[in-house]
């Protein structure tokens, strides 16, 4: 197991040396992924609530799509854009292939369907007895919505959790649509891929190490996040 | 009383099995009303069907006040409330639960602590008021349920099954509540209950009710 | 609303972070992974960036990817080394101005024992007649490399079709972890020579060369630039000075004067 230790060692040193290119890399893959979470919450999760709690026609096959799609090969995702934003596609003229936003895309179609179908699951998991409560103490319809989405909040976090941690750790989508050109699209997974061709397996596995300790900071702090929620909910409600 | 509550000749099934078969009935004075009944006698789906709740099959819910009948609108809604036998307690703390029905009408923040401060102090929960309302236990869920309908000052409250599930003492404070709304005389409660002597010991008036119908009313010497 | 504007502000800090690169001249040029993980392009690409102040953008991908990606306009300029599918693309009038950059050659790699006695035949065609024979395991990119493509010419030319057969693996992935599949399973397999110097003590491959020299095994690189007629917004001027530059004095003397870690030379310029 001496390359595991081998890893963290290099890990450190990297961390310590504060390497401009390896900063640019953590922080290009912070934007792109952070970016596109941001995007998909702000469309799933109201598309989620919505598919729970109105009626709408083939809601079963709608769910059952969203379903599916939150198992999208990240390739898959990938190559379907890139025929999209290729000059020869459709829209070629905006120029987007081989830029950061066509990772955000990528990462955003990616993310939507997770944080749609996890948003959904929780506010059908909501007990029925609080859209009653809330009826009875006189909220609005638009209110009572919002009541039961605030009380599906941890169910949805989770949801933007999974979905940043795919993201975070998706390598097949951007890779097509980014072109991992360094300095301007390659992130960390991307580069983690390169220096695993290039048998560089240490630094990989450094990488590898970086970028999980970066989840985990993000993770604990929307932790910390959610549980500082719990206690001003007042103000969601 | 300002609010006079008429029900005709409803009925209501669920599944084909008949839950109430035409009920009719006005609650037109202030002080409490007793629904008593055993399981399954219709008294809950007549509760919840006079706190618009749920809408009849057949029959007819008026409330009506000095200047004739009301539209069954959110005007209307906020004038009544009711606590459920399960309360539905919001995940958040016991201030933001009873503080809810004041936010949903857009009360401003120093009335609302006012109020919530006042209700909770009724159902001694004022010690607790920081905690999250999910931690409470039934008895103390159950009181907290009261102070929440409580904020919002309603003309018509009705209490299903108010103090089922939960001890004496718990018990006793929920009665104690009741029975200052009956006294304050601004407040027409209505409850459900399978216990004759509690209906004996709150309410003015005790409606009995049997396999889906009203089949007598006990009026009560005070 | 509050969290509704927050999100908004996140969302706008977000987006000027992803674009806020500053444009200078660039070129994106098409290319193969076996070039890029060679650490050629960290060599020479700096150079003509200094020169010439025009960026190189490396999208590194299998060579029919990155013809593919030429051809749909994708890219300025494309450096794969295949050089049959490079004059198809260019005689389909989807590439301009080809010209031959540099080779280095193909080996034929085995497991040190040599177990199918591959060393001392006449010809790699008869090595790799003499693999199907013994039966000895083969791994293929099966990628449609440059490799691959090669490979399967000096298949053809043996007169044999060993795909599907029990000895022949495709793998499927790029060079290094084929010649890392090949010495885990004692296989032989087709690799450039670059990539076989770069990474054989790097990774411990308990493998040697077997065959080499054979005229067939030259693996000859090439540039070309995508046809601004066909592709309009194709940045034909900058991708013809990269071309130039690379076939000048300057560039092919750049190219050779590129080794890796031992001093061994990677590849030899060849343009005419």
Redesign the interface.
């Known amino acids: 197991m001496d390359f595991i230790a081998e890893g963290f060692k290099k890990a450190f040193v990297l961390i310590v040396h504060f390497d401009g290119e390896l900063l640019g890399i953590i922080a290009l893959s912070l934007k792109v992924s952070g970016l596109a979470l941001v995007i998909s919450s702000v469309a799933g999760l109201p598309t989620g609530a919505f598919i729970a709690l109105k009626r709408i026609p083939a809601k079963g096959a709608l769910i059952s799509v969203m379903n599916t799609f939150m198992g999208l090969p990240p390739v898959v995702a990938g190559l379907f854009l890139y025929l999209l934003l290729s000059r020869s596609g459709p829209l070629g003229f905006m120029g987007l292939l081989y830029t950061p936003w066509a990772m955000v895309a990528a990462q955003t179609v990616l993310a939507f369907p997770i944080v749609t179908s996890l948003t959904h699951a929780a506010v059908v998991g909501v007990d029925p007895i609080i859209r009653q409560a809330s009826m009875t103490l006189g909220a609005s319809p638009f209110q009572v919505t919002r009541t039961i989405v605030a009380e599906a909040r941890y169910g949805i976090l989770s949801g933007v959790m999974a979905a940043f941690g795919r993201v975070m750790a998706e390598v097949g989508a951007i890779l097509i649509v980014g072109g991992n050109i360094a300095g301007r699209t390659r992130v960390m997974t991307t580069a983690i891929a390169l220096e695993t061709d290039k048998g560089n397996f240490e630094l990989a596995l450094a990488l590898g190490i970086i970028l999980l300790a970066i989840s985990l900071m993000i993770n604990v702090l929307l932790h910390l996040v959610q549980r500082k929620g719990s206690l001003r909910t007042e103000l969601w409600l | 009383m300002a609010l006079t509550l008429q029900v005709t000749d409803i009925m209501k099934s669920y599944d084909g099995k008949a839950a109430l078969k035409g009920c009719s009935f006005v609650f037109d004075s202030a002080g409490v009303y007793a629904l008593m009944g055993p399981n399954g006698s219709g008294k809950s789906t007549f509760l919840r069907i006079c706190?618009l709740?749920e809408k009849p099959d057949h029959g007819d819910v008026s409330y009506f006040s000095g200047e004739g009948v009301l539209p069954p609108d959110?005007g209307l809604?906020?004038r009544i409330?009711?606590?459920?036998p399960?309360?539905?307690?919001?995940?958040?703390?016991v201030?933001?639960n009873a503080?809810?029905?004041l936010?949903?009408?857009g009360y401003p923040g120093r009335e609302t602590e006012r109020r919530v401060h006042r209700a909770l102090e009724a159902v001694g929960l004022v010690p607790k008021q920081r905690q999250?309302a999910l931690t409470l236990s039934s008895g103390e869920t159950q009181r907290l349920g009261l102070a929440?309908?409580l904020v919002?000052e309603p003309e018509l409250l009705f209490l299903d099954e108010p103090t089922a599930s939960i001890d004496e003492e718990n018990r006793s404070i929920v009665e104690e509540i009741i029975l200052r709304l009956k006294g304050e005389g601004r407040t027409t409660v209505v409850i459900t209950t399978h216990d004759r002597e509690q209906a004996e010991r709150l309410a003015g008036r005790v409606i009995l009710m049997h396999a889906g119908g009203i089949v007598g009313e006990k009026p009560k010497i005070e | 609303m509050r969290i509704k504007r927050a999100l908004l502000v996140l969302i706008a800090t977000l987006s000027l972070a992803v674009s806020s690169v500053a444009e200078e001249p660039r070129i994106r040029c098409a290319s193969t992974t076996s070039t890029q993980n060679s650490g050629l392009f960290g060599h020479i690409l700096p150079l003509f960036e200094k020169k010439t102040g025009i960026a190189v953008d490396i999208i590194a991908v299998g060579t029919g990817a990155a013809i593919e990606i030429g051809k749909r306009g994708d890219a300025d300029v494309v450096f794969v080394h295949a050089k049959e599918q490079e004059l198809q693309a260019v005689r389909e009038g989807y590439f301009t101005d080809r010209h031959d950059v540099m080779y280095n050659d193909f080996v034929l790699i085995g497991p040190a024992a040599d177990p199918a006695a591959i060393k001392g035949v006449k010809s790699v065609t008869d090595a790799f007649r003499k693999i199907a024979a013994t039966s000895a395991l083969f791994v293929s990119r099966g990628d449609k490399s440059g490799t691959h493509t090669k490979e399967l010419s000096i298949w053809e030319k043996a007169g044999m079709s060993p795909k599907g057969q029990a000895w022949y693996l495709e793998a499927g992935q790029g060079m290094e972890k084929t010649q890392r599949i090949a010495d885990e399973k004692r296989a032989y397999t087709l690799t450039d020579r670059g990539t076989w110097l770069a990474t054989k003590e790097k990774d411990r491959l308990e493998m040697a060369v077997v065959r080499e020299g054979d005229p067939l095994l030259m693996n000859q690189y090439g540039v070309m630039a995508v046809n601004p007629e066909r592709q309009k917004h194709a940045n034909y001027a900058r991708a013809m000075k990269f071309i130039n530059w690379l076939i000048s004095r300057e560039g092919q003397e750049a190219i050779a004067s590129f080794t890796d870690g031992q001093g061994n030379r990677l590849f030899t310029p060849n343009a005419r």
Do not use: C, E, K
């Not at chain 2, 409330?81 to 459920?84: A, E, F």
């Not at chain 2, 399960?86 to 958040?92: I, M």
């Open positions: 706190a709740l959110r809604r906020r409330t009711m606590v459920l399960r309360v539905g307690v919001f995940n958040t703390s201030f933001g503080a809810y029905g936010h949903m009408r999250n929440r309908a919002i």
